[in-house]
């Protein structure tokens, strides 16, 4: 859409939001040609298949959400229903019937059938598909005698495949269907086979059809190649522009499988607290604006690390080698340099292109092991002498990082302690072990230091006006509180004053839940009253930090928004930009910010199913084979447990409503047959009856050792 456009539509939108016009009355509003009646009636039919504007039957214009529609991205589960959430307000529910031709991923415009009163999601159904997220899917295809058809997973709607357009698929192989016609009230979606991906049990195939399925390509188009060729590596010339900060003892700290370092670190004891050097690798001195591999960059938006590779966000030669902080390497970097006082607050900041060279490549285990200084251990001991040089740092890193977090803490930032499942896969990528995710002092160190060096640029960027994308988290919907706290009052807890939300009562609830029988369900139920946090071209705070002033700017590596940042302040620390140059970065970076708030999304998704997909690999081949569970979460069809592994699996109370209730009030079942309740955190042994790849879920049920004694005698 061109800017022209653009501003009529947004001034329209502002007018259609307390009248109502006619086309004639719009042509007179927008000072449109009558010359051109044809050509501006295009225009608002275009706006109005675009969910924009809404043309009533009686001639006149309105918005849609005047007259009860939501627009949105739909998510279509494997249970074949699917959700609409739209930020700050109740996600919509929409039953498989009512999904109309909409496939996962789709933008729709939904009517909404059935308010919510309490928080609780609302009920509507897809009234038309405004944009098609993509027009090739992902299924499993099925022959018949004369045709085929596919099955996609997120869709409750087959695809017909004529017998000529089969293209050589076998009944059971993973395909990837272009759709040619999308359906009716009458006909099927009707498409082409394009390829065969291979078994649906093949994980390393499913984890391809993710991919696919959001249109994500794993390599890098030949122009952005042929574009990082050309690179000039040798930047000599580039360091005189540059504060020079190699004889500074900066190291990198991260995970022990990372190659992409994009921040090192730098800590220093003084008279008054503290000198924190926070470097960042220059991505902008090697991707500038509107070349391909910046194009590139936009559309993937991030980098995506799924269980068994990674996407980058820029070409490995970028990511792993040119850009990424390893040691012992002249490298380009951007530096937020802070002075803290003894109480952790900056008093003094500056910001400045620098050269850096690392010493140390250090890990998260690393780290944890020199500062818990177990000095009977053999391992600290190898790496106290290994690192002695920087042990006085570490400790003084340890020691802000502490009084950082302690500030964080009292302004009433959020710290969210749900375990994370992490799968450790072997050379022929099966999986190896599962553990969970540590978060230690190195950890903490790393992100409370990242989080004020976010803040600290942000501040800058908020009072000197430069254009930014910031990292937003707003407030969550008074109604999704409301609905919550009720909840929280049945176990006990308030939140008390809800006139007023305040991120610190959350957090008080964590910290009183943590470690309880019932605390991971009411984190995860804080977690879900929660907004999702996105970008925008404004700064409107982050909640969950409790800041004022956030944005993305230590990874630019492996996120977009962090470029951006990067870009904007090397052009405030290098000239003048006028308001004109603001406006027009400004406009952008709205368009921008929405963009990369999707592909985050969609990274978070794939990485979750990328994992889950191997669970449900790991688990086939113990079917049968009898757990402890620990219940989670429960709603009136699923109870939610977590296996001593980690492993998080389900039992379909639909299919023992005979022998279970559900007691929704107070977050507990019964078991009709012997009168026993299970509330959060209660255990009982289960049995796997499957894992399936279709449903992405591992089924359980209660094991009952009558009814295995049973089964054996059976047997025999």
């Known amino acids: 859409m061109e800017l022209k456009e653009e501003r009529e539509l947004k001034y329209l939108r502002q007018v259609l939001a307390e009248y109502e016009f006619t086309f004639q009355e719009i042509l007179q509003l927008l000072e449109w040609s009558q010359k051109k009646r044809k050509l501006y009636k295009k225009l608002l039919n275009a706006w109005e298949e675009s969910g924009d504007i809404y043309l009533k039957r009686n001639g006149k214009y309105t918005l849609p959400e005047k007259e009860g529609f939501v627009k949105g991205e739909i998510s279509i589960s494997s249970g074949n229903f699917g959700f609409l959430d739209i930020n700050g307000e109740a ?258 900041n500056d910001f400045y292109k620098s050269v850096i060279k690392s010493k140390y490549r250090m890990t998260y285990e690393n780290v944890n092991t020199i500062l818990e200084k177990n000095e009977e251990s053999e391992e600290y001991k190898g790496l106290y002498d290994k690192y002695r040089k920087i042990d006085e740092m570490l400790k ?57 060096a976010n803040e600290t640029v942000a501040e800058k960027f908020f009072w000197e006006e430069i254009p930014a994308i910031y990292r937003v988290h707003e407030d969550p919907d008074k109604a999704k509180v409301q609905a919550l706290n009720e909840t929280l009052i049945k176990f006990g807890y308030s939140l008390k004053g809800l006139e007023e939300i305040h991120p610190g009562k959350f957090q008080n609830i964590i910290e009183r839940t943590t470690g309880l029988p019932e605390g991971y369900l009411i984190h995860k139920l804080i977690l879900r009253a929660m907004q999702r946090a996105r970008y925008a071209n404004k700064n409107l705070g982050h909640f969950g930090l409790a800041s004022k002033y956030y944005l993305h700017f230590t990874s630019p590596i492996r996120r977009y928004s962090d470029l951006i940042v990067h870009r904007m302040l090397g052009r405030s620390i290098e000239k003048f930009m006028n308001e004109k140059e603001k406006a027009k970065y400004g406009a952008n970076f709205e368009a921008i910010a929405s963009s990369i708030s999707k592909t985050e999304r969609v990274a978070d998704k794939l990485e979750e199913d990328s994992v889950k997909i191997k669970l449900i690999e790991y688990m086939q081949d113990k079917i049968g084979q009898v757990y402890i569970a620990r219940l989670s979460g429960m709603n009136k069809n699923k109870i939610f447990m977590e296996l001593e592994n980690h492993i998080e699996v389900v039992y379909n109370v639909t299919t023992a409503r005979d022998n279970f209730i559900y007691d929704e009030e107070n977050f507990k079942i019964i078991d009709k047959r012997n009168n026993e309740s299970y509330t959060m955190g209660s255990t009982m042994k289960v049995s796997v009856v499957s894992a399936s790849y279709t449903k992405m879920e591992i089924e359980v049920i209660p094991y009952v050792e009558e009814r295995a004694k049973i089964e054996e005698a059976e047997e025999e």
């Open 91 to 348: 996600s919509v529910f929409i039953p498989g019937s009512y999904l109309n031709t909409a496939m996962n991923g789709d933008t729709v415009l939904v009517r909404i059938l059935k308010e919510s009163s309490d928080g609780k999601k609302r009920e509507g159904e897809v009234y038309k598909v405004v944009k098609r997220n993509r027009d090739v899917i992902v299924g499993v295809f099925e022959h018949n005698l004369s045709f085929g058809f596919v099955r996609p997973r997120n869709s409750p709607k087959d695809i017909y495949i004529p017998k000529k357009l089969i293209k050589g698929a076998k009944t059971g192989d993973l395909v990837a269907v272009k759709v040619d016609f999308w359906g009716d009230e009458e006909r099927k979606p009707e498409g082409e086979i394009v390829s065969v991906l291979g078994s649906p049990k093949d994980t390393e195939a499913l984890i391809s059809s993710l991919l696919l399925n959001e249109g994500i390509e794993e390599k890098f188009p030949n122009e952005v190649l042929q574009e990082l060729d050309k690179i000039d590596e040798d930047f000599s010339e580039e360091l005189k522009n540059r504060k020079d900060l190699r004889n500074l003892d900066i190291i990198t700290i991260d995970g022990s499988d990372a190659k992409d370092l994009d921040d090192a670190v730098y800590v220093e004891k003084t008279e008054d607290g503290y000198k924190l050097f926070v470097s960042i690798a220059d991505v902008s001195y090697y991707v500038r604006e509107n070349t391909e591999l910046d194009t590139e960059a936009l559309k993937r938006g991030n980098s995506i690390y799924l269980v068994d590779r990674v996407i980058p966000m820029l070409p490995r030669k970028l990511s792993n080698n040119l850009c990424s902080l390893n040691p012992n390497e002249d490298k380009l970097t951007f530096t937020v340099e802070m002075d803290l006082d003894k109480k952790g607050k900056v008093v003094r």
């Open 396 to 452: 003084n890193m340890l020691e802000l990082s502490k009084i950082i977090r302690n500030n964080k803490k009292r302004r009433g930032s959020i710290d969210f302690e749900l375990p994370e499942i992490k799968v450790v896969l072997d050379d022929n990528k099966a999986v190896k072990d599962i553990v969970l995710r540590s978060r230690g002092e190195a950890e903490r160190i790393i992100e409370d230091f990242m989080v004020i």
